[in-house]
């Protein structure tokens, strides 16, 4: 079983930034992709920003330009920075580790970010 656990969230006003930890018990790079998620009440979780192993990035369109995703594999840990921060991020954000064959799927507990107007 992989661990990931998230730290970094917070209440930020408008305009402002945080950056979000993912630590991994398992080398990243084990891992298709690392990425993380968000997800508010009623709503499903939806992707933010994905790092493959090579080093490919993609991210979703309300962030993109604002956030960056980025890793250190030497402490097996992902980063989310997150610039010029709007209400519409508040999110309950989640690291997740995929890896397609052998199959693994593993997800963090998730950290609050909530961004005040």
């Known amino acids: 079983q992989v661990h990931l656990v998230e730290s970094g969230g917070g209440l930020v006003q408008a305009g402002g930034s945080l950056k979000l930890s993912c630590t991994s018990s398992?080398?990243?790079?084990?891992?298709?992709?690392v990425a993380w998620y968000r997800q508010t009440p009623g709503k499903q979780r939806e992707m933010v920003a994905r790092?493959?192993?090579?080093?490919?990035?993609a991210y979703a369109d309300p962030v993109s330009g604002r956030f960056a995703i980025s890793r250190d594999n030497a402490k097996n840990a992902v980063f989310l920075q997150m610039n010029n921060l709007k209400p519409g991020d508040t999110a309950v954000y989640y690291c997740?580790?995929?890896?397609?064959?052998?199959?693994?799927?593993?997800w963090g507990q998730g950290t609050q970010v909530t961004v005040s107007s």
């Open positions: 997740n580790a995929f890896n397609n064959s052998p199959a693994r799927d593993y």
């Open positions: 398992e080398n990243i790079l084990s891992f298709n992709y």
């Open positions: 790092l493959t192993g090579g080093g490919f990035v």
